[in-house]
C-alpha cells in the first residue's frame, strides 16, 4: 500500500498500563506528525520529526508520552501509565519534506481508550 | 489554547444546494490555510489551501474565501453532492511553520 498505516486500529487498556501505537509513513516522506483527536476537539498537535533533526516535541501533554522514529521512517508513539483522559483517536501524518505547504497524508488512526 | 475555531458542529443540506463552512482564527501570523476531509475511519484527506496573498481559491466545487482582516475563511461547496457528507477541519499556520493548527471540525450532511 502507498499510504500510511498505523496498528492497531483499535486498543483498549486499563489505566496505568503503557501502550505504544506504530505508525508507517509514506515511503521516502521525510517529515513525519503525530495528531491526537479527543472528542469534540480539534486535531491538537503532539510531535514532529523530520530526516534526521531533533524533534519538535512541543505539543506532548506530559512526560509520559514520548515517541521515536527508527530509521527516518516507522515511527512509535509510546504512552506510559496511561489515564482515561489519554482516549482519543491518535492520528499519524507524513509529508514530502516537512513545509506547511506539503500535502499531510494521514493514516486511519489508533482509537485508544483507557477503561 | 484554541487559535482555530469551527463553531458550527455540524451544517446539514439539501442535495444540489450551496454549503458554506466556516473558520476563525486568532493568530494573526497566519498565513496559509487548508481544508481536510475526513470519512468515518480514515484519516483527514487534504482538500483544498489558501495563502494568504489571495482571498479566493477554487478547485472545482470547492472554493476557499479568506478575510484577512476578519481572521476568518470559507469553505464553499456548490453544487453539495451526497458524497461531500463527512467532516471538514479548517487548518492554519505559518508559511515557514511545521505545525499547523487544526479545528475541532464541522460534521457536514448532504440530504438526497
Known amino acids: 500500500g502507498a499510504g500510511v498505516s498505523q496498528s492497531p486500529s483499535n486498543k483498549v487498556t486499563e489505566k496505568g498500563k503503557d501502550v505504544e501505537l506504530r505508525c508507517d509513513p509514506i515511503?521516502?516522506?521525510?517529515?513525519l506528525y503525530w495528531y491526537r483527536q479527543s472528542l469534540g476537539q480539534g486535531l491538537e498537535f503532539l510531535i514532529y520529526?523530520?530526516?534526521?533533526?531533533?524533534?519538535?516535541k512541543s505539543g506532548l501533554p506530559s512526560d509520559r508520552f514520548s515517541a521515536e522514529r527508527t530509521g527516518g521512517s516507522v515511527s512509535t508513539l509510546t504512552i506510559q501509565r496511561t489515564q482515561q483522559e489519554d482516549s482519543a483517536v491518535y492520528l499519524c501524518?507524513?509529508?514530502?519534506?516537512?513545509?506547511?505547504?506539503?500535502?499531510?497524508?494521514f493514516g486511519p488512526g489508533t482509537r485508544l481508550t483507557v477503561l | 489554547d484554541q487559535q482555530v475555531k469551527q463553531n458550527s458542529p455540524s451544517l446539514s443540506v439539501q442535495e444540489g444546494r450551496i454549503s458554506i463552512l466556516n473558520c476563525d482564527y486568532t493568530n494573526s501570523m497566519f498565513d496559509y490555510f487548508l481544508w481536510y476531509k475526513k470519512y468515518p475511519a480514515e484519516g483527514p484527506t487534504f482538500l483544498i489551501s489558501i495563502s494568504s496573498i489571495k482571498d479566493k481559491n477554487e478547485d472545482g466545487r470547492f472554493t476557499v474565501f479568506l478575510n484577512k482582516s476578519a481572521k476568518h475563511l470559507s469553505l464553499h461547496i456548490v453544487p453539495s453532492q451526497p458524497g461531500d457528507s463527512a467532516v471538514y477541519f479548517c487548518?492554519?499556520?505559518?508559511?515557514?511553520?511545521?505545525?499547523?493548527?487544526f479545528g475541532a471540525g464541522t460534521r457536514l450532511t448532504v440530504k438526497p
Open positions: 487548518a492554519a499556520g505559518g508559511l515557514r511553520d511545521n505545525d499547523m493548527r
Open positions: 501524518a507524513s509529508s514530502l519534506a516537512g513545509m506547511s505547504t506539503d500535502t499531510q497524508y
Open positions: 520529526f523530520q530526516g534526521n533533526s531533533a524533534p519538535d
Open positions: 515511503s521516502g516522506h521525510t517529515a
